[in-house]
């Protein structure tokens, strides 16, 4: 789809062939973490699209950049993005198929914030984190209910959210419903990042004994292995060496 609309939009000068190609070629990369080749999609597209009026796309290229960024660790440009995904949000009348990536980008910013705050031991920026962090969490998951190629995301992310602050038995919960949700929808991505979340939590932060359907972290973490193998995803692969 990517090639196509690149090959249109060239062919016919059609600006919204390339807008899409942008949108949808800096979410392909960012999916399979080549994080700078995403960035300098994503920054490509915004010098493109600023000369355009198509400025619900350019708001989620600025929310693309805020993951990218999270990411590869620069918190201070996630940052800078996310007050520019702000500003074309508080200008704009975005529907919800757009608004959803921007509240992808600005929920996990939030949860950096509250790891942050958690790593820190200020308690009361703390409480304050994890109020912000859950609110958003919420509205992920209720905006992916109308983007079902965010939805196992938006589940998992809900329940990285309870380990985070302590509620293992919530946790579980949400990233049941993750993998049921993924497994339904054939996002074996996604469904390999939350396996993988399982594994490293019931392996290392939560009670080595507790099993989530039949399965210790051990075997969720070999499941999630298995799949990044498969599915040539070596940014994974790495997180989990």
Same mark, same amino acid.
């Given at each position: 789809?990517?090639?196509?609309?690149?090959?249109?939009? *060239?062919?016919?000068?059609?600006?919204?062939?390339?807008?899409?190609? #942008?949108?949808?070629?800096?979410?392909?990369?960012?999916? #399979?973490?080549? %994080?700078?080749?995403?960035?300098?999609?994503?920054?490509?597209?915004?010098?493109?699209?600023?000369?355009? *009026?198509?400025?619900?796309?350019?708001?989620?290229?600025?929310?693309?950049?805020?993951?990218?960024?999270?990411?590869?660790? *620069? #918190?201070?440009?996630?940052?800078?993005?996310?007050?520019?995904?702000?500003?074309?949000?508080?200008?704009?009348?975005?529907?919800?198929?757009y608004?959803?990536?921007?509240?992808?980008?600005?929920?996990?910013?939030? %949860?950096?914030?509250?790891?942050? &705050?958690?790593?820190?031991g200020?308690?009361?920026?703390?409480?304050?984190?994890?109020?912000?962090?859950?609110?958003?969490?919420?509205?992920?998951?209720?905006?992916?209910?109308?983007?079902a190629?965010?939805?196992?995301?938006?589940?998992?992310?809900?329940?990285? #959210?309870?380990?985070?602050?302590?509620?293992?038995?919530?946790?579980?919960?949400?990233?049941?419903?993750?993998? @049921?949700?993924?497994?339904?929808?054939?996002?074996?991505?996604?469904?390999a990042r939350?396996?993988?979340?399982?594994?490293?939590?019931?392996?290392?932060?939560?009670?080595?004994? @507790?099993?989530?359907?039949?399965? &210790?972290?051990?075997?969720?973490?070999?499941?999630?292995?298995?799949?990044?193998?498969?599915?040539?995803?070596?940014?994974?692969?790495?997180?989990?060496?």
């Amino acid at each position: 789809m990517v090639r196509r609309l690149s090959e249109i939009g *060239d062919t016919y000068s059609h600006y919204f062939s390339r807008t899409l190609k #942008y949108f949808l070629n800096t979410q392909l990369l960012m999916k #399979y973490r080549k %994080l700078p080749a995403a960035l300098i999609e994503a920054e490509e597209g915004i010098d493109f699209i600023s000369r355009t *009026d198509f400025k619900q796309v350019l708001m989620v290229l600025h929310s693309f950049k805020v993951m990218i960024f999270l990411y590869l660790r *620069d #918190y201070e440009n996630a940052e800078k993005s996310l007050e520019e995904a702000n500003k074309i949000r508080s200008e704009t009348n975005v529907v919800s198929s757009y608004l959803c990536h921007y509240q992808m980008g600005f929920t996990h910013f939030e %949860l950096y914030r509250l790891k942050t &705050a958690i790593a820190d031991g200020n308690r009361g920026k703390i409480t304050l984190c994890r109020k912000q962090a859950l609110s958003e969490c919420r509205a992920m998951v209720r905006s992916s209910k109308k983007a079902a190629s965010y939805r196992t995301e938006a589940l998992r992310i809900m329940g990285n #959210y309870y380990a985070m602050t302590g509620r293992h038995r919530n946790a579980i919960k949400w990233w049941e419903k993750s993998l @049921l949700e993924g497994e339904h929808l054939g996002a074996l991505l996604e469904v390999a990042r939350t396996c993988f979340e399982m594994g490293r939590n019931l392996s290392a932060n939560f009670s080595g004994r @507790l099993l989530v359907k039949g399965m &210790a972290g051990a075997e969720y973490l070999e499941r999630a292995e298995r799949m990044f193998k498969e599915m040539k995803l070596q940014w994974d692969l790495a997180k989990i060496e």
